[in-house]
């Protein structure tokens, strides 16, 4: 049996996003059939300062705030800049296009297709998970971090 290879795609924007834009693009990223995984990068915002002289006390951003993605709620926990994205088949790619360009009014974004995420268990993957690793939750969340990945229900 061989094992399907889904094309992966990258939303790259302008300038970071704030949390009602990135609520926003995400509903309409939802909306769209055939998007498989999704991960969300940029800087990590923490809720404690985790170094210098303050270091344990509350972390106040403004960009840190819980926002509705379908019908759930989900903390952002990164300042969000770039969005990868696998999909079912490249006949996805201008349908997400058509939904997400009204979300971008007042700056650019480009869709750039190629490989951005792990496709296949790392050794840090094997020691971290074991030898029977989940697939699908490969390359979505950073190894070194104690929080498991957000999963958002699709429509399937």
């Known amino acids: 049996m061989t094992e399907a290879t889904f094309p992966q795609c990258r939303i790259v924007t302008e300038r970071l996003l704030n949390p009602e834009t990135t609520e926003r693009l995400l509903n309409q990223i939802v909306?769209?059939?055939?998007?498989?995984r999704m991960v969300l990068n940029g800087p990590r915002l923490p809720a404690t300062v985790t170094y210098g002289p303050a270091k344990g006390l509350a972390n106040p951003h403004s960009m840190r705030k819980a926002i509705?993605?379908?019908d759930q709620e989900l903390d952002l926990q990164v300042h969000v800049g770039t969005i990868l994205l696998e999909i079912e088949n490249r006949d996805?790619?201008?349908?997400?296009?058509?939904?997400?360009e009204p979300v971008f009014t007042n700056f650019t974004f480009h869709i750039q297709e190629g490989r951005y995420m792990k496709t296949e268990p790392s050794l840090v993957d094997y020691c971290k998970y074991g030898p029977n690793a989940d697939k699908e939750m490969l390359g979505l969340s950073?190894?070194?971090?104690?929080s498991r990945p957000v999963i958002l229900q699709g429509t399937k």
């Open 31 to 36: 909306s769209v059939p055939g998007v498989r």
């Open 68 to 70: 509705h993605v379908g």
């Open 142 to 146: 950073d190894s070194s971090s104690k």
């Open 92 to 100: 996805v790619v201008p349908a997400l296009q058509a939904a997400i």
